[in-house]
């Protein structure tokens, strides 16, 4: 088997970093170039693919004439494209012009508004989590094309590091954080996509109890964490917790970003919306307990009561109206729906506080730690996802082994 796999390969940025002491951003350079959050997911489907034995070619689903090439000169068998919803033009409709099978592995973590109907002439839809199939059937994609593939995790790099790692160490110190306190950490996106309002109206009961804590969250580089900081930074204030938690926003390398997941004890992040949850996974790999909440597809890889805790959801977000445009592939507009649909939840705070208390006891964060870098191992690993993709093909198209 051939695959072709199309995803966004670089996502370019402005680079602004937060200082930490001076509060505001500053600028370092022009530009940054980096693998976007659906870069790494087709980038570890690559990795997978080649270790078991597959035929891969990759490109970047927004070059036409590269795709093109890659169509002819590779030959692939499937073409398949790694996006989101309204990235179907790019990965379903162009390769199929040129006589090609498209294979769409979709995010879908709020409403599908357009594409169904090339959805529905397909054999194979492929979406990453089962709240992401739910999505996809509910927003008028046949159920009996929508399978789920989980994203795969590069296990041998996300891994437990001896507690003597210099990196790891180092950053604890950045952050002053010492020996018997808890590291909470947090990986954004935008802080308030991950759930931290909902983190600090956590830790406002939590630290009723156990005052013995740092929080540290990293956001991203983009312009809505920029818009989002404020409020947060207001409200860390309005806490008081402002020697406790630390929001941060630079570029970090992968040995930084394994080291981070392995200086913090407890990996925290209530997401509001996730078709995945590709940061909880990797925690999990680096064998570290995970709290989330029971809602989207957090609830999904994370084994609650054994790898961590999903708290309870306080409430859902719902929304009857969207505002549309050419990113959609229609005209700008609003679509008004009769019945809303779920777009967020809220993890309940109070909930959240009771699990992270359990978690004090560092014998129970050790246990759920290895059960949930065993969890990951069986279920996230890229080459598990690897082969998951290949089989929902072959069994779609009745191919033999």
């Not at 078991?52 to 990759?58: F, L, M, P, S, Y």
């Not at 159920?143 to 593939?149: A, D, E, N, W």
């Not at 409200?235 to 020697?243: H, Q, R, S």
């Not at 064998?287 to 999904?300: Q, R």
Request: proline share 3%.
């Amino acid at each position: 088997m051939r695959l072709l796999l199309l995803y966004k390969q670089i996502f370019s940025s402005e680079i602004k970093l937060f200082d930490l002491k001076k509060k505001n951003f500053y600028k370092e350079s022009e530009k940054e170039q980096r693998p976007s959050s659906l870069g790494v997911q087709g980038d570890n489907l690559a990795l997978g693919l080649r270790k078991i034995g597959v035929e891969v070619a990759t490109g970047d689903l927004r070059d036409k004439e590269a795709k093109e090439n890659l169509y002819r000169a590779f030959s692939p068998d499937f073409v398949v494209g790694v996006g989101y919803w309204g990235d179907v033009p790019d990965f379903v409709d162009h390769p199929q012009k040129f006589g090609k099978t498209a294979v769409p592995w979709i995010v879908a973590d709020g409403a599908v508004l357009n594409y169904q109907e090339n959805l529905n002439r397909l054999k194979l839809v492929l979406t990453t989590s089962k709240f992401a199939q739910g999505v996809l059937t509910r927003d008028g994609v046949s159920s009996s094309l929508v399978k789920v593939v989980y994203e795969g995790v590069d296990t041998e790099t996300f891994k437990s590091l001896p507690s003597s790692d210099s990196v790891a160490k180092g950053l604890r110190t950045r952050f002053a954080v010492s020996e018997n306190e808890l590291m909470l950490y947090t990986l954004g996106g935008d802080a308030a996509s991950k759930g931290v309002p909902e983190v600090l109206a956590t830790l406002s009961i939590f630290d009723q109890k156990f005052k013995d804590w740092k929080y540290i969250v990293k956001v991203s580089l983009n312009e809505s964490s920029r818009r989002r900081l404020k409020k947060d930074l207001a409200a860390i204030k309005n806490l008081g917790f402002e020697k406790k938690v630390f929001l941060f926003s630079e570029l970090l390398t992968e040995e930084e970003m394994v080291a981070l997941f392995n200086a913090c004890d407890i990996y925290i992040a209530p997401s509001r919306n996730e078709s995945f949850g590709r940061p909880l996974v990797e925690a999990a790999s680096c064998s570290k307990p995970v709290l989330t909440v029971d809602g989207t597809a957090t609830s999904e890889v994370v084994n609650h009561g054994v790898t961590g805790f999903a708290a309870k959801v306080e409430k859902g977000i719902y929304k009857k109206e969207f505002k549309v445009g050419e990113k959609e592939g229609l005209e700008e507009k609003v679509i008004v729906y009769d019945k809303p649909k779920l777009v967020e939840v809220r993890a309940d705070p109070v909930d959240l506080a009771h699990y992270l208390h359990e978690l004090t006891d560092g014998k129970l964060r050790k246990k759920m730690g290895e059960a949930a870098r065993k969890f990951v191992l069986e279920k996230f690993d890229y080459r598990v996802s690897a082969q998951s993709l290949v089989k929902a093909i072959k069994e779609a198209y009745s191919l033999k082994d």
